[in-house]
């Protein structure tokens, strides 16, 4: 039973570049949770996605940012004209729809780099 | 007031001993409380969940939740060197389109001495 996959696991970006960052939920979930953790500093919710739909992204910053969960395929957070306050590691996490109690699982995370 | 706040670290205990970590949080509205662990460099893994007052056991892990007090604690018996990582609290606040997100805490390091 695979669980969430991200990728790349790794990124390195120079600055004003585009970063792609692909998360795949686990089996049979449909909820996809991103958050980013800046070094030395705790997990920060960005966005919440269903299937073709964004359901809350209070924590996105307003510009250079965006985040589409398609009908088909993975989960996609973009990072346009990426500086350098943009390098961490960005997680991405689901959880089923029958899920009452909303247990979120992440996966390995993709650590970003901008040079 | 931070939102999610964990009691500061680092905290260091003997092998066989109980490690307790202790989180608060300010949303009187919250309703679902989690413990993650964190090893360096890796993902949170998802340890234990809590939705309701009392204790929940699971191995050695005892997660404590009280509303009222707006607390949450989790206790680890006979800690092994191998627990040794960053413990996070986090809360899913109530209604509205917040409900998927989780606050976390700045986390708890725990070490666990042979």
């Known amino acids: 039973n695979a669980g969430v996959m991200q990728n790349p696991r790794h990124l390195v970006r120079r600055r004003g570049q585009e970063a792609r960052l692909r998360c795949s939920p686990m089996?049979?979930?449909?909820?996809v949770y991103w958050y980013r953790q800046l070094p030395e500093e705790g997990l920060k919710f960005m966005v919440y996605?269903?299937?073709?739909?964004?359901?809350?992204e209070s924590g996105m910053p307003k510009e250079r940012f965006s985040a589409e969960f398609p009908k088909e395929g993975p989960s996609i957070l973009r990072i346009q004209q990426v500086v350098r306050g943009d390098s961490a590691a960005y997680f991405c996490?689901?959880?089923?729809?029958?899920?009452?109690?909303?247990?979120?699982?992440f996966g390995p995370g993709t650590r970003l780099t901008v040079t | 007031q931070k939102e999610v706040e964990q009691n500061s670290g680092p905290l260091s205990v003997p092998e066989g001993a109980i490690a307790s970590l202790n989180c608060t949080y300010s949303?009187?509205?919250?309703?679902?409380f989690f413990w993650y662990r964190q090893y360096s460099g890796k993902s949170p893994e998802l340890i234990m969940s809590?939705?309701?007052?009392g204790d929940k056991e699971d191995g050695r892990f005892t997660a404590q939740l009280n509303k009222a007090s707006q607390y949450v604690s989790l206790l680890i018996r006979d800690s092994q060197p191998s627990d040794s990582a960053t413990y996070l609290c986090?809360?899913?606040?109530?209604?509205?389109?917040?409900?998927?997100?989780?606050?976390f805490g700045q986390g708890t390091i725990l070490t666990v001495h042979p």
């Open positions: 996490a689901s959880s089923p729809w029958t899920s009452g109690g909303y247990e979120q699982y």
């Open positions: 089996k049979g979930h449909s909820h």
């Open positions: 996605l269903q299937k073709e739909n964004i359901i809350d």
């Open positions: 949303d009187r509205g919250s309703q679902s």
């Open positions: 809590i939705y309701s007052n």
């Open positions: 986090a809360v899913r606040s109530g209604g509205g389109t917040s409900y998927g997100k989780l606050t």
